[in-house]
């Protein structure tokens, strides 16, 4: 299994941005996914999650901004982010195949996004 996450960029306070993740494997539509981020200096952090029943998740630092998705045709999920804050400013990684609420089993190499305000 391999995942690709790309999507980030600099944009300002307010824009919206969509992050992807492409995956590889046959069994893409069976897996828990989520997204997460970690900011300069600080630990990651789990931002939203979708379940193969397409049940999602996300913390209340991002929720009504942010809509994770994932189109199992294509192998691939998103996250959507609206209204953009500065403390946004992380790099974004996706994650797939649950371990724990917090660990995953497979992760992608992260999406730098920034946030000027």
């Known amino acids: 299994v391999q995942l690709q996450a790309f999507g980030g960029g600099l944009v300002q306070a307010g824009d919206s941005l969509r992050l992807s993740c492409a995956a590889s494997?046959?069994?893409?539509?069976?897996?828990?996914m989520a997204w997460f981020r970690q900011a300069s200096g600080k630990t990651r952090e789990l931002v939203a999650t979708?379940?193969?029943?397409?049940?999602?998740y996300y913390v209340d630092a991002v929720k009504g901004r942010f809509t994770i998705s994932r189109d199992n045709a294509k192998n691939t999920m998103y996250l959507q982010m609206n209204s953009l804050k500065p403390e946004d400013t992380a790099v974004y990684y996706c994650?797939?195949?649950?371990?724990?609420?917090?660990?995953?089993?497979?992760w992608g190499q992260g999406t730098l996004v920034t946030v000027s305000s």
């Open positions: 494997g046959r069994t893409f539509s069976a897996w828990n």
């Open positions: 994650a797939a195949l649950k371990v724990s609420n917090l660990d995953y089993l497979y």
């Open positions: 979708i379940d193969r029943g397409y049940t999602r």
